[in-house]
């Protein structure tokens, strides 16, 4: 693996960082304040091709790697996650599910409007029942003539009910197998009968970012709207899971930086007893331990990425990636609100904000728990799952 980055590579980086800086940053605070979605700001970072990234160009895309999203993503996180998590849901389970299984024409329908930044798409796989247990959802869907018709809800939905989202992909039992429920993946395009964008969450922390229940009453839409193959829905789930983990890594990637960041600005301009706290022993080994882990965690998600862009197995290294950088980035936080003291403890101060995002990201794309038995997994241990 060549750490360098590409010329191209640099230059997306740059830009992102840029964009972060004069229109991501400056509008945080009163987004964060508000719960808004930042819809013009969504729509800049699709003009600037974000979303297109690790797509063929045939679809629209940029024909870049999974590792060049990361980049834009860990820039977008050190000024507002609830921005970064739109771009890192919006590639990593929005429109991947059509890239990997899709048809010609729901590539073509759907993954192009992605890549272009005029679309957004939800996956609904979580239930209140039915989380780290994917295999324990409720929500059905049957045959009825030409139709597949669903019942059921799913919650916590990202990016399911912003103006521009225009379909979610959705997890369903459609039989039952030898081993359990037979699930299958269908989308549902927004608007369709019988399909409801429920209430929105009031969050902890990604407060701008679009999060609602879905609600599927006798809801009809077309048989073609089957995602790839009926009954392979759970083994697509968790093949999207594991890349969208890689997504959330780079997230928490750039959040703990964003912490180095501020807490590095304190330290050189607080100050007490007469000197910067910045020379004060306790403050540099707190800025040194946060420096290692915002390093090693930016390691570990290119080194992910760099193998899914390589077309190796990356599902373990993913894993790995989003354990560490997630609790990496909550313990970044958590020294950031110390270190600025009790203006850090501030609801509207920047490290408040780090300190109530970080939590999320040892929960969302499979839990801290999740991923530590999907490394043991990976090790060869047996286990349940």
């Not at 594991?242 to 990637?253: E, H, L, M």
């Not at 930016?298 to 993913?318: I, K, M, S, V």
């Not at 970080?358 to 839990?367: D, H, M």
């Amino acid at each position: 693996m060549n750490l360098d980055l590409t010329p191209e590579q640099e230059e997306l980086r740059r830009t992102v960082r840029t964009f972060a800086e004069e229109v991501v940053g400056p509008r945080s605070a009163e987004t964060d304040a508000t719960g808004a979605f930042p819809l013009d700001v969504v729509q800049a970072m699709g003009r600037l091709g974000l979303f297109g990234i690790p797509f063929p160009t045939e679809s629209g895309g940029r024909g870049a790697g999974h590792l060049d999203t990361c980049l834009a993503i860990e820039e977008l996180a050190r000024a507002d996650s609830s921005v970064a998590i739109t771009l890192a849901a919006g590639v990593g389970i929005g429109a991947a599910p059509i890239a990997l299984f899709g048809s010609p024409e729901q590539k073509k329908r759907w993954l192009a409007p992605i890549c272009r930044g005029e679309m957004l798409a939800g996956f609904g796989v979580t239930e209140l029942g039915a989380g780290s247990d994917v295999a324990a959802m409720t929500t059905r869907a049957r045959r009825e003539g030409d139709d597949w018709v669903l019942d059921g809800r799913k919650s916590y939905i990202t990016n399911s009910g912003t103006p521009i989202t225009g379909f979610c992909t959705v997890a369903a039992v459609t039989g039952e197998a030898e081993r359990g429920p037979e699930i299958s993946m269908i989308i549902v395009p927004a608007g369709a009968k019988g399909f409801t964008v429920g209430r929105s969450y009031r969050k902890l922390g990604w407060r701008s970012s679009d999060t609602h229940e879905l609600v599927f009453e006798d809801c009809r839409v077309p048989r073609d709207s089957l995602l790839g193959e009926r009954g392979r829905g759970l083994a697509q789930a968790l093949q999207v899971l594991d890349g969208g983990r890689i997504g959330v890594a780079a997230v928490a990637v750039g959040l703990a930086q964003g912490c180095l960041d501020v807490s590095l600005d304190r330290a050189k301009d607080r100050r007490a007893f007469g000197r910067p706290i910045g020379s004060m022993e306790a403050i540099q080994v707190k800025l040194a331990d946060m420096h290692v882990g915002v390093e090693t965690a930016r390691l570990a998600t290119w080194h992910a990425a760099w193998l899914r862009d390589e077309g190796r197995p990356f599902a373990g290294a993913a894993a790995r990636a989003k354990l560490y950088s997630s609790e990496v980035a909550v313990a970044c936080a958590r020294e950031a609100v110390q270190i600025h003291g009790g203006s850090g403890f501030m609801d509207d101060s920047l490290p408040a904000r780090f300190y109530r995002d970080a939590k999320i990201l040892e929960i969302g794309e499979g839990t801290s728990e999740i991923q530590r038995l999907v490394i043991a997994r990976d090790l060869g241990l047996p286990g349940p799952l």
